[in-house]
């Protein structure tokens, strides 16, 4: 893994929401024409794309190449899916659960869960609060945990840890502002597999409706020195109880000591985006959210207007190519939805004074923090390196040891 190292801050891009294509992005070459793939909507704001001599993009090359080899077909694989299935079952005989999963009230946690449920898995769920449930969500889960039956245990980070947290990093001007609340809901996740002692994760995550996220868009949640980092330079009180999962538990206590395997059943259906969400809410009295992710109120706001506003990095170009190589639309389809706005205004305007207010700031204030010049997270501590060594590990054990060659507990 390469990555571009930035020692500078750039200025925020400001770019549009209103469905005006935006082909400027932070980070991104500014003598570099603008380009995007022929094959899906990946373009120029992802500042390390390539393009072929068709005009085809790296990230179609990488999932013919690399996804097609570890999810062969959309339509499934039902022998390797019955496997997993029989293994969990072996498992927890005579355990009270033999899985756990984390339950964002979203379409693909909610989605697996229904499945698990058909599937005769008795899971642990665990929901994350980190103060940012929108009523659907909430309502979801709910609804979900209650018509499968399934024990729900809500793990509700501590608002005032969170809130600095959530500041800190807005203060840091990075991209990824997700990673106080995805950090949390993993940390508090494997927490509670260990302390129940459940060695199989399952997780929603999958090919078909993700396979393509440019790495320049973000950063990993997981690097707890990240985490630490920011906080220490930009918090104002201590971490406290805030759910971190350090380097030495991610990459050898949980998958190695304690054998702990997440598992993506997902990547072994026929997982379509359209039919799951049918039979959520015909079945399961489910309700959509409106966008991927949008289960998080401040998940809509980062999303819909920080990361596009202020890094030009929209990513509805990458979900809707994910769903153009898992043939879930088409490229026109994609295109239709790009022109579409990233917002409503209205809505723009009652989630900024919502999270401005949560978070403690006028609305100016919080303005000013968004306005303020992008940076990048190679500026600030991390424990690539580390990752690097640990994945050079990873691979020279893999013949010694039968685990993926992959480095981290929640690596794809
Ligand atoms: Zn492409």
Redesign the pocket.
């Known amino acids: 893994m390469n990555y571009q190292r930035y020692s500078r801050p750039v200025p925020a891009i400001q770019a549009p929401i209103d469905g005006t294509p935006i082909q400027r992005a932070a980070f991104a070459d500014t003598a570099r024409a603008y380009r995007m793939?022929c094959?899906?909507v990946?373009d120029t704001t992802d500042p390390e794309i390539t393009f072929d001599e068709n005009g085809?993009?790296s990230?179609?090359k990488y999932f013919d190449s690399t996804v097609r080899a570890l999810w062969p077909s959309p339509d499934g694989d039902s022998q390797r899916l019955v496997e997993m299935i029989r293994t969990v079952k072996d498992y927890g005989k005579n355990r009270q659960y033999d899985c756990i999963i984390g339950l964002s009230g979203g379409i693909d946690s909610s989605f697996v869960a229904v499945k698990i449920s058909e599937w005769g898995l008795r899971p642990l769920v665990v929901h994350v609060d980190a103060g940012w449930n929108s009523e659907l969500a909430v309502m979801n889960i709910e609804q979900i945990c209650r018509r499968l039956k399934f024990d729900l245990v809500t793990h509700v980070v501590d608002w005032e840890e969170m809130q600095d947290m959530q500041l800190a990093f807005l203060r840091s001007n990075l991209a990824n502002q997700d990673v106080p609340q995805d950090h949390a809901f993993f940390a508090a996740l494997y927490g509670y597999a260990e302390k129940a002692g459940i060695k199989y994760v399952i997780n929603g995550s999958n090919f078909a409706t993700e396979s393509i996220l440019p790495a320049a868009w973000g950063y990993d949640a997981m690097d707890a020195t990240h985490v630490k980092g920011i906080h220490s330079k930009f918090g104002s009180r201590p971490r406290g109880k805030f759910p971190i999962v350090n380097f030495f538990d991610y990459y050898v206590k949980y998958p190695f000591l304690l054998k702990m395997m997440v598992l993506r059943p997902l990547n072994f259906l026929p997982y379509n985006k359209s039919t799951a969400i049918k039979v959520l809410e015909e079945s399961y009295g489910w309700r959509y959210y409106g966008g991927k992710h949008y289960e998080s109120r401040w998940t809509r706001f980062f999303q819909a207007y920080y990361l596009p506003y202020k890094f030009g990095y929209d990513k509805r170009k990458a979900h809707f190519?994910s769903l153009i190589l898992s043939g879930q639309m088409t490229r026109p389809e994609a295109l239709d939805g790009l022109a579409q706005p990233l917002y409503d205004p209205k809505l723009l305007l009652e989630d900024k004074l919502f999270i401005a207010k949560k978070l403690g700031l006028a609305a100016g204030e919080f303005q000013g923090y968004i306005d303020q010049p992008a940076r990048h997270f190679s500026e600030f501590p991390n424990q690539l390196r580390k990752k690097l060594f640990a994945s050079k590990i990873y691979r020279a054990a893999k013949s010694l040891v039968k685990r993926p060659a992959s480095a981290g507990l929640n690596a794809k």
Do not use: I
């Open positions: 793939c094959r899906c990946m085809v993009c990230h179609c190519s």
